[in-house]
Each structure stands twice: as structure tokens, then as C-alpha cells.
């Protein structure tokens, strides 16, 4: 499994994001996509705290 992993400049910040193919989120089990949920949630919490604006896309 190779899932991209993209850094993204941010002034003072590093962006870092993992982007899995269907096929790649496919064969994760329950547990790593639950993890892979909850690190992503406290990351966009922590972001909003901090006042950076984010872009989902």
C-alpha cells in the first residue's frame, strides 16, 4: 500500500495530509480508518484553534 503523502508550506506551519486511493482505504481494517479519523479530526480542531482556514477539498 502506497498512499501519497503531500507536505504543504504554511508560513510558520507544515501541512502534512495522506491521501489514500479507494482501493488503498479499502484494505484498511476498522480500527486504522477509525484511527486515521480521529488523528485527522484532532488536527482540524487543533488548526481551528489556532484561526487557520481551511480548505477541504
Same mark, same amino acid.
Given at each position: 500500500? $502506497?498512499?501519497?503523502?503531500?507536505?504543504? @508550506? #504554511? @508560513?510558520? =506551519?507544515?501541512?502534512?495530509?495522506?491521501? =489514500?486511493? !479507494?482501493?488503498?482505504?479499502?484494505?484498511?481494517? #476498522? @480500527?486504522?480508518?477509525?484511527?486515521?479519523?480521529?488523528?485527522?479530526?484532532?488536527? !482540524?480542531?487543533?488548526m481551528? $484553534?489556532? @484561526?487557520?482556514?481551511? #480548505?477541504? #477539498?
Open positions: 500500500m $502506497a498512499a501519497a503523502v503531500r507536505l504543504l @508550506g #504554511s @508560513g510558520p =506551519f507544515e501541512e502534512v495530509t495522506v491521501d =489514500f486511493t !479507494l482501493e488503498e482505504w479499502e484494505l484498511l481494517d #476498522s @480500527g486504522q480508518k477509525t484511527l486515521c479519523r480521529e488523528v485527522m479530526w484532532e488536527i !482540524l480542531k487543533n481551528a $484553534a489556532l @484561526g487557520k482556514t481551511l #480548505s477541504m #477539498s
